[in-house]
C-alpha cells in the first residue's frame, strides 16, 4: 500500500498532471481532513503563470465539489439519526447552547450562509450542516464554489503578487 500511494504521489507531481494535482488536493482538502490546498495552488501558477486562471477554476471546481460531498454526507447523517430516532422514540440528543445558536443561523441565511465554506475549520463542517437541515443543494453549492473562487483569486493572486519571487526555482 505504501509503495503504491508513493508513486501515486510522485506521478501526480509531475508537471503535465499540474491541473489533475491540483484538483485532487482541492477535493481531498474540502472534505473533513485536515489539508491546505492553497499551497498546491499557488506552487502550480508559480511554475507556471499561464495557468493562473484555469488553475483558480480548477481548484474551484475541486474544492466544491468536496464541499458537496460534505453536503451528502451531512444529509446521509440526518436520514439516518431520523431512522434512528423514530426507532427509538425516546432518543435525546446532546447539545450545547451555541450549537443550537450555530444551526439557528444558518437555518436563518441558509444557502448564502454557504459562501462561508472556504473558511479553515468551520467550513467543511457548514457544508455538511446544511446537508443535515436538507437546504437547497444547488444554491448551497453555488454560493461554495463563489466563495470558494474569490478564497483562491485572494490568497493566489495575493501571494503571486505580493511575493513574485517566493518560489523561483
Given at each position: 500500500?505504501?509503495?503504491?500511494?508513493?508513486?501515486?504521489?510522485?506521478?501526480?507531481?509531475?508537471p503535465q498532471y499540474?491541473?489533475?494535482?491540483?484538483?485532487?488536493?482541492?477535493?481531498?482538502?474540502?472534505?473533513?481532513?485536515?489539508?491546505?490546498?492553497?499551497?498546491?495552488?499557488?506552487?502550480?501558477?508559480?511554475?507556471?503563470?499561464?495557468?493562473?486562471?484555469?488553475?483558480?477554476?480548477?481548484?474551484?471546481?475541486?474544492?466544491?465539489?468536496?464541499g458537496a460531498i460534505?453536503?451528502?454526507?451531512?444529509?446521509?447523517?440526518?436520514?439516518?439519526?431520523?431512522?434512528?430516532?423514530?426507532?427509538?422514540?425516546?432518543?435525546?440528543?446532546?447539545?450545547?447552547?451555541?450549537?443550537?445558536?450555530?444551526?439557528?443561523?444558518?437555518?436563518?441565511?441558509?444557502?448564502?450562509?454557504?459562501?462561508?465554506?472556504?473558511?479553515?475549520?468551520?467550513?467543511?463542517?457548514?457544508?455538511?450542516?446544511?446537508?443535515?437541515?436538507?437546504l437547497p443543494f444547488?444554491?448551497?453549492?453555488?454560493?461554495?464554489?463563489?466563495?470558494?473562487?474569490?478564497?483562491?483569486?485572494?490568497?493566489?493572486?495575493?501571494?503571486?503578487?505580493?511575493?513574485?519571487?517566493?518560489?523561483?526555482?
Open positions: 500500500m505504501d509503495a503504491w500511494l508513493h508513486s501515486l504521489l510522485e506521478a501526480l507531481a509531475l499540474g491541473l489533475v494535482t491540483v484538483f485532487v488536493v482541492s477535493l481531498v482538502s474540502a472534505t473533513l481532513l485536515p489539508m491546505a490546498s492553497v499551497p498546491a495552488v499557488y506552487g502550480l501558477v508559480k511554475l507556471d503563470p499561464e495557468l493562473f486562471w484555469p488553475a483558480l477554476l480548477v481548484a474551484t471546481a475541486g474544492n466544491t465539489t468536496g460534505d453536503y451528502w454526507m451531512g444529509y446521509g447523517a440526518e436520514r439516518a439519526y431520523e431512522k434512528l430516532a423514530h426507532k427509538a422514540e425516546n432518543v435525546k440528543v446532546p447539545g450545547k447552547k451555541h450549537d443550537a445558536r450555530a444551526l439557528a443561523w444558518l437555518q436563518r441565511f441558509g444557502p448564502p450562509a454557504c459562501l462561508l465554506a472556504w473558511l479553515p475549520f468551520v467550513g467543511d463542517p457548514l457544508c455538511a450542516v446544511a446537508g443535515w437541515l436538507r444547488w444554491p448551497c453549492v453555488a454560493y461554495m464554489a463563489i466563495g470558494k473562487f474569490l478564497r483562491y483569486l485572494v490568497y493566489v493572486g495575493g501571494l503571486y503578487w505580493a511575493a513574485p519571487g517566493a518560489l523561483s526555482l
